[in-house]
């Protein structure tokens, strides 16, 4: 697993599906546009959600829960790399939320 850094993350954003595993209060706040939010204890039931051929971003509230689901995600065949610093850092630089 690769740690990217927002500005890398906001550049694959069209290539990579972006992963949100935030619960469903702290996604209240905003997300990454396009993201898919499957919060963290659903994603093993919700994995068909996920095209393997599809690099994956994997987005939380600080980078710490992101790292271990993109951690899983690779020992499951995808290719996964989660976001430094999570959406505490990407809402501080003033990037864009929905």
Known sequence: MAEITI???EQRRSTARI???REDFEVADGMVP?????PMGQLQERLSELDPAVP???VC????????VADALNGAGFSA?????GMIVWTRAGLPTT
């Open 81 to 85: 790399d989660t976001m430094a610093g």
């Open 19 to 21: 992963l949100d595993v």
């Open 56 to 58: 994956v971003i994997v």
């Open 7 to 9: 500005t890398e993350a």
């Open 34 to 38: 396009g993201a898919l939010h499957i």
């Open 61 to 68: 509230r600080s980078g710490n829960r992101s790292a271990a």
